[in-house]
């Protein structure tokens, strides 16, 4: 997933170039969004990767001994 993160960062900072070029006020507005919302993005996938927790074998609870 971060790998992909980071083309679709690179693609954006391409647009956003050519919208400031080009003069597209509005592109670039929402460019910047998208970004920020990507960056959110990857942050949180960095922190869940980073995690992990132990969550153990599960056991069979043990059966009451039954006098005969």
Same mark, same amino acid.
């Given at each position: 997933?971060?790998?992909r993160? %980071?083309?679709l960062e690179t %693609?954006l900072t391409?647009?956003r170039?050519?919208?400031?070029?080009?003069?597209?006020?509005?592109?670039i507005e929402?460019?910047d969004l998208?970004?920020t919302f990507l960056?959110?993005k990857?942050e949180q996938?960095? $922190?869940?990767?980073? &995690?992990?927790?132990?969550?153990?074998?599960?056991? $069979?609870?043990s059966?009451?001994? &039954?006098?005969?």
């Amino acid at each position: 997933m971060l790998p992909r993160l %980071d083309e679709l960062e690179t %693609d954006l900072t391409a647009r956003r170039s050519r919208a400031e070029h080009e003069g597209w006020l509005g592109e670039i507005e929402g460019i910047d969004l998208t970004l920020t919302f990507l960056r959110q993005k990857r942050e949180q996938a960095q $922190r869940h990767r980073r &995690t992990t927790v132990a969550l153990g074998l599960p056991t $069979r609870p043990s059966m009451p001994k &039954t006098s005969s």
